[in-house]
């Protein structure tokens, strides 16, 4: 019930396609969905988030689609660049104990070749 | 650059060693993580303070000792680690309030020799 379940493990996009990445999760006491970008030897960090009371959020090139009745969210980069080349976390968040805990999927390998 | 600033971003140690990570954070965030995380592995929460005080520890072995000695910072005590330690540890901060994301610091690199 704590998982969150992220496919692809790796994916490899051609410059200016688009980049999907899924997830899933099974509990519903998850309220907030974070997606964060990992580059090597850095921290994750956040890219955009979503409340499960929205389909939906763009930022720029990256969007959130959310199916709360599914409990399914994925991420899309339009027109993907190599800088976008990195590791790709979703994750779930609970609030308890007077702090979040985030549960994160596997991680998504994202390469874009020029 | 990140707002969570971690120290050192290497380190080296042995197995009889005693060492600290340190974290701070000036965004006025009350709740502090620590995260360990390997290689191509997703970050593994180990402890959480909110408002100071240790609100979550995941079950983490003694050798690993958290302290918050105030609202900005953090720190890891490390003593008679193993090799299976070795490790990226992360510390992340967030607001209290519904919808605010957690922040993470780069990290510092643990290699137990």
């Known amino acids: 019930q704590q998982q969150v379940k992220q496919s692809p493990q790796s994916l490899i996009v051609q410059k200016g396609g688009i980049s999907i990445i899924n997830c899933a999760y099974e509990?519903?006491?998850?309220?907030?969905f974070p997606w964060y970008q990992q580059f090597p030897g850095k921290g994750p960090a956040l890219l955009i988030a979503?409340?499960?009371?929205?389909s939906e959020k763009k930022e720029g090139r990256f969007t959130i689609s959310f199916n709360k009745s599914a409990k399914q969210f994925s991420l899309h980069i339009m027109d993907s660049q190599p800088g976008d080349s990195a590791t790709y976390f979703c994750a779930a968040r609970r609030l308890g104990q007077g702090a979040q805990k985030l549960v994160f999927g596997q991680g998504t390998r994202l390469t874009i070749n020029p | 650059d990140t707002e969570v600033t971690q120290t050192p971003k290497h380190l080296v140690m042995g197995m009889t060693n005693k060492k600290s990570l340190k974290c701070e954070q000036h965004m006025g965030h009350r709740a502090m993580y620590w995260y360990k995380q390997k290689a191509k592995k997703p970050p593994e929460l180990m402890f959480v303070?909110?408002?100071?005080?240790?609100?979550i520890n995941e079950s983490v072995p003694s050798r690993f000792s958290p302290e918050c000695p105030n609202s900005s910072l953090l720190n890891l005590h490390l003593h008679a680690l193993q090799p299976e330690d070795s490790a990226l540890y992360l510390c992340?901060?967030?607001?209290?309030?519904?919808?605010?994301?957690?922040?993470f610091g780069d990290g510092t690199r643990l290699s137990i020799l």
């Open positions: 992340a901060s967030s607001q209290d309030t519904l919808y605010q994301p957690q922040h």
């Open positions: 509990n519903t006491a998850f309220d907030y």
């Open positions: 979503i409340r499960p009371d929205v």
């Open positions: 303070y909110s408002y100071e005080k240790l609100s």
